[in-house]
């Protein structure tokens, strides 16, 4: 790709023989099959990623150790829970294959994970996104084409012959593999998402190519529904043009300014880890100018700040003080992620905005233009002292303080004993040790009965 760059300078990317390198800041981004890894720091990006696929691998390792052995009275939850092992052992296996590019190493114990904290947030796991692929690629063609067919009537009167066009946040590609070859015109697409278990698969359907996987519905309808195996394949399309896929940050793409006459963000702008202000800058900093921004999906913005969780109307208004002109608005009722093999179905009320870039924009948003860095030094670098933070201060002694509750635990003490030592050891007085350790314990049951999916009722 011409305009592919850095995403920490900006500057142009060298072609190397595993990936891009570049010369500036002496990075090179390699390759996951044939797609780019082009995260700011690549190796610290490839070792969270590992670890989130390691930790995936070992939940799953802890599902299969959770089904009951013993023989159950019922026919149809022995057939259940025959199903779900067997559908557990081959997704094990299903993952392992199309993530063979990630070269993940042994799979550590799944205590070792969380007390390494690589349990991330839901949305960022590398599965939490999985549900969508059985959508783009299997049972999801009602949706699909209903979502694809009103985004091409919004766009198409305002594209020329040679569209660039980018998708942020890609997903597993349907939608941009259906605007790809919906639209008219010749259409050069880019396809980009942060998850590369996303990317894989993506690339490799609208490559032509077909998977096998299977899918876990969360309310299965009958006991055969629990695991179902599907092949996915991509439905023919006219675009002869190929669809190139990056795995990036969507808060950090990896292109020179200018590069795209049309960005789409689909489902994105709510979930991102960035202030919708600066981002809708760095979209207008992707167009050239006259360039179109689409977005649409849900307009969900959550956060204990009240500030942020912003409305249809404050993503047009933002988008005007950043020098875009509003072309088209709508709020549509579309179906969304409706497996036949589960018994919920939604319906959801999606906003549709497009608007365009003006010729001004460049002034409006000059001198705004922001930085960040992926990961600081003393985590990319082994060899840079971690700082004494004040905010790790406080961590640091809750975790110590924590570590010795943990360390009082052994079947006879109980909370007011355990309170006593606390006061004898001068970490806090007893009253208040008391109430720190129950509501400690509290926490570390409901987060032991969450992980095993256990009932919390008293045997």
Known sequence: ??????????????????????????????K????????PQPSAGLLDWRNRFNFALADLDSQITAIPQHSSPLPSTRQRLTCLSQGLQTHQNELQDILAPLRVGETLARETHLALATRLPSHHGILSYTTHIFRDWSWGEEENQLVAGHLVDVLKPNLGERVRMLVLGAGAGRLAYDLHHKLPGNIDTVALDSNPFLCLVGQTLISGGSLSLT????????????????????PPGDNTAPITYICADAT??????????????????????????????????????????????????RGTNPLNRITANEIAELSEQAGFEIC????????????????????????????????????????????????????VHANVPVPVSPEFQTQITT??????IMGLIDGKRDINAMAKVLEEQRLMPANQATQAIRGFLQKMYEEAVTASGHSQSSP
């Not at 996951?32 to 995260?39: A, D, I, Y």
């Not at 975790?399 to 010795?404: L, M, Q, T």
Request: charged residues 20%; positive net charge; proline residues 8%.
């Open 252 to 301: 950090r793409p990896p292109f020179a300014p200018g590069s795209f006459d049309v960005v789409v963000t689909p489902w994105l702008i709510d979930v991102i880890d960035m202030g919708l202000s600066p981002f809708v800058l760095k979209v207008g900093e992707l167009l050239a100018e006259g360039g179109l921004w689409l977005n649409h999906g849900s307009v969900a913005f």
């Open 32 to 39: 996951l099959g044939k797609v780019p890894f082009m995260w």
């Open 399 to 404: 975790v110590r303080i924590h570590a010795f």
């Open 215 to 234: 899918e876990f519905p969360h309310a299965p309808i009958d006991a055969e529904d629990v695991a179902i195996s599907r092949i996915l394949t991509a």
């Open 328 to 379: 088209h608005q709508d709020n549509t009722q579309f179906p969304y992620l409706q497996s036949p093999a589960s018994r919920n179905h939604r319906r959801e009320n999606v906003y549709t905005q497009l608007a365009k870039k003006s010729a001004e924009s460049h002034i409006r948003n000059k001198g705004t233009r922001r930085t960040h860095q992926h990961l600081p030094d003393w985590i």
């Open 1 to 30: 790709m011409s305009d592919l760059a850095c995403p920490n300078c900006q500057q142009a990317v060298t072609t190397t023989a595993n990936g891009y390198r570049c010369k500036a800041c002496r990075i090179s981004f390699p």
